[in-house]
T-cell receptor, first 115, second 111 residues
Framework: GAGVSQSPSNKVTEKGKDVELRCDPI?????LYWYRQRLGQGLEFLIY????????KSGLPSDRFSAERTGESVSTLTIQRTQQEDSAVYLC???????FGNGYTFGSGTRLTVV | GQNIDQPTEMTATEGAIVQINCTYQ??????LFWYQQHAGEAPTFLSY????GLEEKGRFSSFLSRSKGYSYLLLKELQMKDSASYLC????????????FGKGTKLSVIP
């Protein structure tokens, strides 16, 4: 598509459950980034995909977090055994077209609430 | 660690000019971005500086001094719709688009 799509837009889950968050990036874009934004905090980098591989997953906070990407398109971020501190907005981004100086196009995010 | 500091909140009057400062101390520097984020929405790209100096884009301008680790975003002729958070972000590595973000400055524009 023309933009970055994320689903679901909102997710409420019980502590200890697993969740899957989906990102469908800009069509044809090989790079894809996941960030999260906790209340009152700046965006935190989680993982970066180039094609289907993840050269940099240094931002994943624990081994409960994992992500994959297939077909150089859709990416899924999985959080296992969710904890309350995982509550945040999870944002996916593609670099905008043209030169890097055009920044990212972000999806509208998934607001995750762990209760 | 990586430090990107910006004021938490600012208030300015409609029609006025406001300057939002950002200082950074990072291991590596390959450009600085400003994003605007309205409440409950995703950030949107405003500006990018990689060389020292001022970049002007309509009512918004952004300045960078690499030697001082300092940037500012200047908003002129403020409008009510400019009420938002403004995020400063640094690209540290040359090999990827990964950004390190500050916590953002919440700007309130009052009549």
């Amino acid at each position: 598509g023309a933009g970055v799509s994320q689903s679901p837009s909102n997710k409420v889950t019980e502590k200890g459950k697993d969740v899957e968050l989906r990102c469908d990036p800009i069509s044809g874009h090989t790079a894809l980034y996941w960030y999260r934004q906790r209340l009152g905090q700046g965006l935190e980098f989680l993982i970066y995909f180039q094609g289907n591989s993840a050269p940099d997953k240094s931002g994943l906070p624990s081994d409960r977090f994992s992500a994959e990407r297939t077909g150089e398109s859709v990416s899924t971020l999985t959080i296992q055994r969710t904890q309350q501190e995982d509550s945040a907005v999870y944002l996916c981004a593609s670099p905008a077209g043209g030169a890097f100086g055009n920044g990212y196009t972000f999806g509208s995010g998934t607001r995750l609430t762990v209760v | 660690g990586q430090n990107i500091d910006q004021p938490t909140e600012m208030t300015a009057t409609e029609g006025a000019i406001v300057q939002i400062n950002c200082t950074y101390q990072t291991s590596g520097f390959n450009g600085l971005f400003w994003y605007q984020q309205h409440a409950g929405e995703a950030p949107t790209f405003l500006s990018y500086n990689v060389l020292d100096g001022l970049e002007e884009k309509g009512r918004f301008s952004s300045f960078l001094s690499r030697s001082k680790g300092y940037s500012y975003l200047l908003l002129k002729e403020l409008q009510m719709k400019d009420s938002a958070s403004y995020l400063c972000a640094v690209r540290r590595g040359a090999g990827s688009y990964q950004l390190t973000f500050g916590k953002g400055t919440k700007l309130s524009v009052i009549p």
